[in-house]
């Protein structure tokens, strides 16, 4: 990580991705990502962190529209 690298929240990263939050904290407490705490609770993302997940090709389940439709 470079220092003056920006650092995202959870939302942001998920945004990103193409994820829900909750994916991406499961993701930390796995720790299949890389972070940041700024403080005692804050956990950040390093943007180099997001674009290695996208670099190894992850990709987010499709979801079946017909089905959620109901």
């Given at each position: 990580?470079?220092?003056?690298?920006?650092?995202?929240?959870?939302?942001?990263?998920?945004?990103?991705?193409g994820?829900?939050?909750?994916?991406?904290?499961?993701?930390?407490?796995?720790?299949?990502?890389?972070?940041?705490?700024?403080?005692?609770?804050?956990?950040?993302?390093?943007e180099?962190?997001?674009?290695?997940?996208?670099?190894?090709?992850?990709?987010?389940?499709?979801?079946?529209?017909?089905r959620?439709?109901?």
């Amino acid at each position: 990580m470079v220092l003056d690298e920006r650092l995202l929240t959870v939302g942001e990263a998920a945004a990103r991705l193409g994820l829900k939050p909750a994916t991406i904290r499961r993701m930390i407490l796995n720790r299949r990502v890389e972070t940041v705490r700024p403080s005692l609770r804050a956990v950040r993302i390093p943007e180099s962190a997001v674009r290695r997940i996208i670099e190894r090709g992850f990709r987010p389940a499709v979801i079946n529209e017909e089905r959620h439709a109901r």
